[in-house]
């Protein structure tokens, strides 16, 4: 596929071709095998016989394995991850279709024990582990269930972490304190992954950090004095909590693993596996499934808000009219998922009415920045026929500014640095939600060119400011929520480009030179999920469409006319449109570095549908 105008025609053929009847595009939001296992872990333990859909997940989880026995959470992860190993062992032997002695499972056990066995794995395994009773719940909580008393003025409390890490850490800390624990007769036994090289009391690995949360822990006793009747408050307010942020689907903030920690928490709490809320989350999270390649997946959640959002004004760049059929229908199943509760994000911005979006299908209370102004991007062209929707939008957007001036994803100046010294695994994912540069950065993207917020506006002014203030001394910016200096990269520039920030200034300058000189030699881009891990960039040494889209629309955006390496990209772009093989599949999103990776299948369409329709307009 060659000519540009051809190469756009067939992506918007294409989006119109799997546009779903309700208006939205509900293109699979795949995070590898983890959900699959878990969902096999949960049917066996709550003893719900779904033998089609187990059998259908140990499909998905085999055809993922690879020949040394392991499985990976993306293409260049070395020879395997161990935590994501585990896992599809552990539901395979429970699913009771394969025993041990199965050559597959021979070997993944093989890398597991290579890898330094069960002890090694995340905490967030060792936890499911413990719930399922594979191995003891350590002595010490990973946080004891009080820190939910804990007043606001408390350095750390219980609002201090962002709304995900509540979201898990609150059926967590009901778990802990019980030390529940439930198998059954098909349970597997899971005890010869054992090398007994570590302290199975205690998930903290180092001393300093143990130390450092018993001092915490005796800290929280000493300033409430933990009363039996404390306890147990904290115990309610807990169970409260979950109940309280149930979405109408039954899951707990449309999250997967909130859900899955939640059944077990309440059942904890006496909930008998019968009681219509364990039915409804149950059933909450097997409507999350979808089919990928014949096989089915358990989503993590649904990603129909975004798709369409970002789907739905990547198609009004590229000339679909704002009264196409196909783009009114997504405009009205956007209109229709806007916020009218309010959510967590209220605690630490109490001033302002609900207004944004969320991510999934059904969410109605945990909007973020980043939905908000995407599908605020495609509502614009019909803002006039919506006044209320757009002015609760904007004003929630700009509500939402953090004191830094940068914009975080869900909640407002939810970036304590003492959640770093908590000894939970991944803590700075999980627990805090900073500004960062791809949401940032595409809010004043938005301000910039589908708003009349002049230039100089202290919200403009402020996030510019962040913005040139936290660029990598290469040139770069880190994309917190993407893959992620290529990312970062792209969402900043084009930022400060439409904030008014000129081209020829030396950050935008910097950045350019950057792109320039990680451009592959076949004329795209590529960047590793090591990325993230690393906290430097890390070259895939293959282009793919995604990254290449991202990198070529800053250079189009940033230069005056179309430069051999814009050319180059271009080609890339137009000639692999249509390529399906690893890269296509490859993540370009992630929420934990090193543990959760998120394969967009939309993406291939909407950023190459971007930046070849943004090379149209200003070079042809």
């Known amino acids: 596929m060659n000519g540009l105008d051809s190469g756009i025609n067939w992506i918007t053929e294409t989006l119109r071709k799997d546009h779903s009847p309700d208006g939205s595009w509900n293109y699979p939001f795949e995070t590898g095998i983890s ?4 969902m096999i872990i949960l049917l066996r333990t709550l003893e719900i016989n779904d033998e089609e859909l ?18 990976k959470l993306f293409y260049d992860e070395g020879d395997g991850n161990l935590t994501a190993t585990l896992e599809s062992y552990y539901a395979l032997l429970y699913a009771g279709y394969y025993d041990k002695n199965d050559k597959r499972l021979l070997a993944a056990k093989k890398f597991i024990l290579s890898k330094g066995g069960l002890e090694e794995v995340s905490m967030f395994t060792k936890i499911m582990l413990a719930i399922t009773g594979q191995t003891p719940w350590p002595s010490s909580s990973p946080l004891p269930i009080e820190v939910i008393l804990l007043p ?7 609002y201090s972490f962002s709304v995900f890490g509540r979201a898990n850490l609150t059926p967590i800390m009901i778990l802990s304190a019980k030390k529940f624990t439930i198998k059954t007769d098909k349970s597997p036994n899971l005890s010869d992954l054992y090398l007994g090289r570590t302290n199975n009391d205690s998930w903290v690995s180092s001393s300093e950090m143990r130390s450092l949360f018993s001092f915490l822990e005796e800290g929280i006793k000493d300033l409430i004095g933990l009363p039996d009747q404390l306890h147990k408050l904290a115990m309610m307010r807990a169970k409260k909590y979950m109940l309280d942020h149930i979405e109408s689907d039954g899951t707990l903030f449309s999250y997967y693993s909130s859900t899955f920690l939640m059944i077990f928490a309440l059942l904890s709490l006496g909930v008998k596996k019968t009681d219509p809320v364990i039915r409804n989350a149950v059933n909450g999270i097997k409507s999350m499934k979808c089919e990928i390649n014949g096989l089915p997946h358990m989503q ?8 369409t959002s970002l789907i739905g004004y990547s198609l009004q760049s590229a000339g679909i009219a704002f009264d196409d059929p196909m783009v009114m229908k997504a405009n009205q199943y956007l209109l229709n998922r806007q916020h009218h509760k309010f959510g967590d994000w209220v605690i630490h911005n109490p001033q302002t009415l609900p207004g944004g979006w969320g991510f999934s299908n059904i969410n109605t209370m945990n909007p973020d920045v980043d939905d908000t102004t995407a599908s605020l991007r495609s509502l614009a062209r019909m803002a006039s ?7 609760r939008g904007i004003a929630w957007l700009l509500s939402m500014q953090n004191n830094d001036g940068g914009w975080a994803a869900f909640e407002k100046n939810t970036d304590t640095k003492l959640v770093d ?17 791809d949401i940032t950065g595409r809010t004043l993207e938005f301000f910039g060119h589908y708003t009349n917020l002049p230039t100089d506006h202290e919200a403009i002014r402020r996030g510019i400011k962040w913005l040139l203030k936290n660029q990598e001394a290469d040139g770069s910016w880190y994309g917190r929520w993407g893959i992620c200096y290529l990312y970062g990269t792209w969402a900043a520039v084009t930022g400060l480009l439409a904030a008014g920030v000129p081209a020829a200034n030396p950050s935008i300058q910097q950045a350019v030179k950057w792109l320039k000189q990680v451009q592959n030699q076949d004329g795209g881009w590529g960047e590793s999920c090591l990325s993230d891990s690393y906290k430097s960039y890390s ?8 990254h290449t889209s991202w990198a070529l629309d800053v250079l189009i955006a940033a230069s005056e006319k179309p430069t051999p390496e814009i050319k180059k990209g271009v080609s890339f772009l137009l000639e692999s449109l249509e390529k399906e093989d690893w890269t296509t599949d490859y993540p370009k999103g992630q929420g934990m570095a090193g543990a959760f990776y998120i394969h967009y299948h939309s993406y291939r369409y909407i950023y190459p549908l971007l930046a070849l329709s943004h090379y149209r307009r200003k070079f042809t």
């Open 539 to 546: 070259p895939l040494h293959t282009s793919t469409l995604t």
């Open 385 to 391: 026929t919506d006044r209320s929707a757009w002015e």
């Open 421 to 437: 010294f908590l000894p939970i695994e991944k803590g700075e994912f999980l627990l805090n939600d900073p500004s960062c540069a």
């Open 152 to 158: 606001q003025f408390v350095p750390i409390n219980y």
């Open 300 to 307: 993590y959640t649904t990603a129909n808000v975004w798709n």
């Open 54 to 71: 187990i059998k259908g997940l140990c499909k998905r989880i085999f055809s993922k394995q690879e020949k040394n026995g392991a499985w």
């Open 35 to 38: 959900t699959d296992a878990y």
